[in-house]
């Protein structure tokens, strides 16, 4: 059994920081990509930064310059980095483990965790 557990979400003031984490457990061979989304209430969840393997990364416009996303491949974890937030940061971050292998042979699969909420008050 493989889960993702998110961590480090909460209410920030504007401007302030969060840092996530979302580790990956259980039998877990390796992780093509990690990524973080978001989904605000009413909105669509959106991506909000993933990155490969070999460290390669993608940011939504919206918060490039502010997030750094990174990754502990030996630990099966990513991290999100989240500075000068913004009131319209506020949402369920989740993370994503997408091209999951459990065994060498295994097909891959894509693996959600269940959510942390960031709050940012203006």
Same mark, same amino acid.
């Given at each position: 059994?493989?889960?993702?557990?998110?961590?480090?979400?909460?209410?920030?003031?504007?401007?302030?920081?969060?840092?996530?984490?979302?580790?990956?457990?259980? +039998?877990?061979?390796?992780?093509?990509?990690?990524?973080? @989304?978001?989904? !605000?209430? $009413?909105?669509? %969840?959106?991506?909000?930064?993933?990155?490969?393997?070999?460290?390669?990364?993608?940011?939504?416009?919206?918060?490039?310059?502010?997030?750094?996303?990174?990754?502990?491949?030996?630990?099966?974890?990513?991290?999100?980095?989240?500075? +000068?937030?913004?009131?319209?940061?506020?949402?369920?971050? @989740?993370?994503? !483990?997408? $091209?999951?292998? %459990?065994?060498?042979?295994?097909?891959?699969?894509?693996?959600?965790?269940?959510?942390?909420?960031?709050?940012?008050?203006?």
């Amino acid at each position: 059994q493989v889960q993702l557990v998110e961590s480090g979400g909460g209410l920030v003031q504007a401007g302030g920081s969060l840092r996530l984490s979302c580790a990956a457990s259980g +039998s877990i061979f390796s992780i093509n990509a990690m990524g973080w @989304y978001r989904q !605000a209430p $009413g909105k669509q %969840r959106e991506l909000v930064a993933d990155i490969t393997s070999r460290g390669r990364t993608n940011y939504a416009d919206s918060v490039k310059g502010r997030f750094t996303i990174s990754r502990d491949n030996a630990k099966n974890t990513v991290y999100l980095q989240m500075n +000068s937030l913004k009131p319209e940061d506020t949402a369920v971050y @989740y993370c994503d !483990a997408r $091209g999951l292998k %459990r065994t060498y042979t295994s097909l891959s699969s894509d693996y959600w965790g269940q959510g942390t909420q960031v709050t940012v008050s203006s």
